[in-house]
């Protein structure tokens, strides 16, 4: 039945995914079984680094079930190339070749050395433990600050350094801010290093094709189409006879945006064998195989005048790219180039970036990929700002925003925002918050001598998202391509399918999608299918990362619609024998201008589409349409969070009392799913600030390296979430809309910090790294009252050297 001008895009209309996810019928990677599979497991290195001298896998073979054991010796000659790195940031970076298996060297704790192909993945395991491998173990150097010294050990000592590249952006006459400025504030933040935990771990089955000679491979990846492109290159199958398959996959964060050493071996492993292989990760295999995320030293000069306006920014990171490239590991960091100066209007600004091996699992995208980074730096310079000047952080805030803009204005760091009015999303925080009221009840409490003390921390923020425009991918010599593609087609019973290249992992793209085509089309969302996740079915896709499905892959869908729509006029026209400027369009009904009841139905349209007996001359068949969208620009979604904290001095617990935050996509599709995902984000940032870290001894042994030692916060660490939006679309795209996937983590970290600091800012301290835990919390308490900070609540002899100085002196930077 035809809908009557039903609009869904803003509705929230409940998530199709769901049932069957919450009923048990979704389906995983590792829920396909095949008759005659395999399964495979992988030996990792027990040590950081050293020489492989032998490897004796002859008792494992023998192990009843064992079909085959193979080293990098034996495999890796049989790859057409090694694991690839897509962005080579610069001319002479250093790139270390990378195969799925070590042959001669191990560079990290859990590179892989070996691997046993059994009957069943039990088997396999066992025989893991009966390989026999000699080392000849190495100097090992894990902190990113020692591995650049003079005499360090060497990761790849081919090279003779341990760095990888140099990436510098000047823009503008730094110097010359900073000659006149009243105040330069000088500050070190650490990015801890985190590991991505999505519920599902990673997974990979490969079929060989007996009739083509090509495979199918099953896999939990968020890229399927970028995987195909790159299996095929490095297994030398030609990419026609590749098939990639995502079924349902359980959370990406940026860990499965990767190409896989375990991909690559199961298609090795299934032409060897000629028979289906298995591979399921299991969690701590995870820890030490999958790419970590984070991992920088931040040193960072921010010049200002004395009424706290900014005059410029320089930025020097170090980022830890640990021991090998995986596909965008060099170029994480340089995201955040281009976002380090925030939501501030200034002139001046510098950034330089020096990517460094050491022996630890490689670094790449993790949810935010380089923008919470940034944003975390200039948001607690900005408080650090506002405490030197003596003014609220809100105030020195609203004094640097940029004036809301409509159109693409040009930021210190050469970029264009697409649109802006951080004023409006501050203003709507502050009532939100009842911040008046919440200062009001700090100050009672500081008076009182209470022991729990209140603070209060704003992040106010803005994002790279809808990556990216194809042109700018190439000037910054990232491989690939930015675009997205859509087909929408009518079938001849009324109903539709869109087809998509965005590829998603908890996103709720088949709801979003189905609302985008049913406005367009003027039919129900349940009358929708939407295809996706298959290389066979949708062919063309660059995938879901980076916020980009929505602007580019969900505008990918609504213009395939349009030109579905477009077609289906030009058909009514001739049924109703009208000019085709006479035909109007509304609620899935086409009729004659003037003469409502003169009409036809979208349904008797595609019903005629597809008989194909009457159409206009010419025309061909069936209302099908494709689109493939390359946005001219990013879009920059942007918002105001306010985290309200209880220190308790005695204690030294931090408890997140309430978050407030007002977030600005653009036009919203779906609010459920946008307020879901910014749940999410914020979760996760705060973890990052109040839990997570990795943490290595000096020999690269990774101590966090389970879920017992890896602190993940779950839902009693947490508070309600009080959120709200602006809506000031963006004009890079028709829908006006942006990305939201990694608002909440990329707000959510300074706004904690900030405000723990700003709990603790009446005993004169001015800093706390993360993650704040309560023993870091006592060590500031007790370094500002000059007693003793008792001892580190790890082994932090990886990690390098921390802003003790913010600790040790009230005033913090300088005058």
């Given at each position: 039945m035809t809908e009557q001008a039903q609009k869904y895009v803003g509705g929230g209309v409940p998530r199709k995914e769901d049932p069957a996810l919450v009923t048990g019928r979704a389906t995983w990677t590792d829920n396909i079984k095949l008759p005659g599979m395999l399964y495979f497991a992988v030996l990792r290195s027990p040590i950081a680094h050293g020489k492989i001298k032998n490897i004796d896998a002859s008792e494992a073979l023998e192990l009843p079930g064992v079909h085959a054991v193979y080293t990098g010796k034996d495999l890796n000659g049989e790859m057409a190339a090694p694991l690839p790195c897509a962005w080579p940031v610069t001319g002479d970076m250093k790139h270390p070749e990378h195969y799925p298996l070590a042959a001669e060297q191990v560079n990290h704790l859990g590179d892989g050395v070996a691997v046993v192909v059994a009957a069943d993945r039990y088997i396999a395991k066992d025989a893991l433990e009966l390989i026999d491998v000699d080392y000849e173990e190495l100097p090992v150097v894990t902190n990113i600050e020692d591995a650049l010294k003079e005499g360090s050990p060497l990761v790849h000592e081919e090279f003779g350094t341990n760095e990888c590249y140099t990436w510098p952006m000047p823009v503008g006459d730094v110097d010359s801010a900073f000659a006149k400025a009243d105040v330069v504030i000088e500050s070190r933040y650490i990015q801890q290093r985190l590991l991505p935990t999505p519920i599902e771990p990673r997974a990979v089955v490969a079929i060989p094709d007996p009739v083509n000679g090509g495979f199918t491979i099953y896999s939990s990846s968020q890229v399927p189409h970028i995987l195909k492109s790159a299996l095929s290159g490095i297994c030398g199958v030609p990419e026609q006879k590749m098939r990639v398959i995502a079924p349902d996959v359980g959370g990406g964060f940026g860990q499965k945006l990767n190409v896989y050493a375990e991909e690559a071996l199961a298609i090795l492993l299934a032409r060897k064998l000629n028979v289906p292989v298995k591979w399921v990760e299991e969690r701590s295999e995870s820890y030490l195989s999958s790419v970590h995320g984070r991992d920088q030293i931040q040193d960072l000069q921010l010049a200002a005048t004395s009424e706290g306006k900014i005059l410029g920014l320089k930025v020097k990171l170090t980022a830890d790219m640990g021991a090998y490239l995986q596909v965008f590991t060099p170029g994480i960091p340089l995201f955040g180039a281009f976002v380090f100066p925030g939501v501030y209007d200034f002139e001046a600004y510098t950034f330089e970036c020096t990517g460094v091996f050491t022996n630890k699992t490689p670094t790449d995208a993790y949810r935010g990929a380089g923008r919470p980074e940034a944003a975390y730096g200039i948001e607690r310079l900005i408080d650090e700002l506002a405490l030197k000047v003596g003014k609220d952080p809100a105030e020195v805030r609203r004094m640097n925003f940029y004036e809301p803009f409509d159109e693409p204005t040009t930021t210190p760091a050469g970029i264009q925002y697409d649109s802006f009015n951080l004023q409006g999303a501050m203003d709507k925080l502050m009532v939100l918050s009842d911040y008046e009221g919440l200062r009001a009840e700090q100050k009672r409490r500081r008076e009182n001598n209470d022991p729990v003390q209140l603070g209060l921390g704003f992040s106010t923020y803005t994002e790279v998202?809808?990556?990216?425009?194809?042109?700018?991918?190439?000037?910054?010599?990232?491989?690939?391509?930015?675009?997205?593609?859509?087909?929408?087609?009518?079938?001849?019973?009324?109903?539709?399918?869109?087809?998509?290249?965005?590829?998603?992992?908890?996103?709720?793209?088949?709801?979003?999608?189905?609302?985008?085509?049913?406005?367009?089309?003027?039919?129900?969302?349940?009358?929708?299918?939407?295809?996706?996740?298959?290389?066979?079915?949708?062919?063309?896709?660059?995938?879901?990362?980076?916020?980009?499905?929505?602007?580019?892959?969900?505008?990918?869908?609504?213009?395939?619609?349009?030109?579905?729509?477009?077609?289906?006029?030009?058909?009514?026209?001739?049924?109703?024998?009208?000019?085709?400027?006479?035909?109007?369009?509304?609620?899935?009904?086409?009729?004659?201008?003037?003469?409502?009841?003169?009409?036809?139905?979208?349904?008797?349209?595609?019903?005629?589409?597809?008989?194909?007996?009457?159409?206009?001359?010419?025309?061909?068949?069936?209302?099908?349409?494709?689109?493939?969208?390359?946005?001219?620009?990013?879009?920059?979604?942007?918002?105001?969070?306010?985290?309200?904290?209880?220190?308790?001095?005695?204690?030294?617990?931090?408890?997140?009392?309430?978050?407030?935050?007002?977030?600005?996509?653009?036009?919203?599709?779906?609010?459920?799913?946008?307020?879901?995902?910014?749940?999410?984000?914020?979760?996760?940032?705060?973890?990052?600030?109040?839990?997570?870290?990795?943490?290595?001894?000096?020999?690269?042994?990774?101590?966090?390296?389970?879920?017992?030692?890896?602190?993940?916060?779950?839902?009693?660490?947490?508070?309600?979430?009080?959120?709200?939006?602006?809506?000031?679309?963006?004009?890079?795209?028709?829908?006006?809309v942006k990305g939201i996937g990694e608002a909440g983590t990329i707000g959510s970290p300074p706004a904690a910090i900030n405000a723990i600091v700003d709990a603790l800012s009446e005993y004169g301290i001015t800093h706390i790294d993360m993650p704040a835990s309560p023993m870091k919390v006592f060590q500031a308490i007790q370094n500002a009252k000059g007693k003793s900070g008792g001892h580190a609540d790890a082994d932090r002899s990886g990690r390098p050297a921390q802003a003790t100085d913010h600790q040790t002196n009230p005033g913090g930077g300088s005058l």
């Open positions: 998202s809808g990556l990216a425009p194809s042109q700018v991918l190439a000037a910054l010599n990232a491989g690939g391509a930015g675009w997205e593609a859509a087909t929408v087609r009518m079938l001849p019973s009324g109903k539709a399918e869109v087809v998509t290249g965005t590829s998603p992992h908890g996103q709720g793209h088949v709801t979003s999608w189905s609302q985008l085509a049913a406005d367009a089309l003027g039919i129900h969302p349940d009358d929708i299918e939407v295809i996706h996740g298959d290389t066979a079915t949708a062919p063309l896709g660059r995938d879901t990362y980076g916020s980009r499905s929505a602007p580019v892959g969900g505008v990918a869908v609504h213009l395939a619609a349009g030109k579905v729509i477009d077609k289906a006029r030009k058909i009514a026209a001739h049924m109703l024998e009208a000019a085709e400027g006479d035909i109007e369009f509304e609620g899935g009904r086409f009729s004659v201008a003037g003469s409502p009841d003169q009409g036809v139905t979208i349904q008797e349209v595609a019903g005629e589409a597809f008989l194909g007996v009457n159409l206009p001359e010419g025309m061909e068949p069936n209302l099908t349409e494709d689109s493939s969208f390359d946005p001219p620009n990013f879009t920059f979604p942007f918002g105001a969070h306010l985290c309200v904290v209880e220190v308790d001095t005695e204690t030294c617990r931090t408890t997140v009392r309430d978050y407030f935050a007002v977030d600005d996509c653009g036009p919203v599709i779906n609010p459920i799913i946008a307020d879901g995902q910014i749940h999410g984000g914020i979760a996760q940032g705060l973890a990052q600030a109040l839990y997570e870290e990795a943490i290595y001894d000096e020999d690269g042994n990774l101590v966090t390296g389970s879920m017992m030692d890896y602190l993940i916060p779950g839902a009693p660490e947490l508070p309600n979430y009080t959120l709200d939006r602006t809506v000031t679309p963006s004009p890079t795209n028709p829908l006006g």
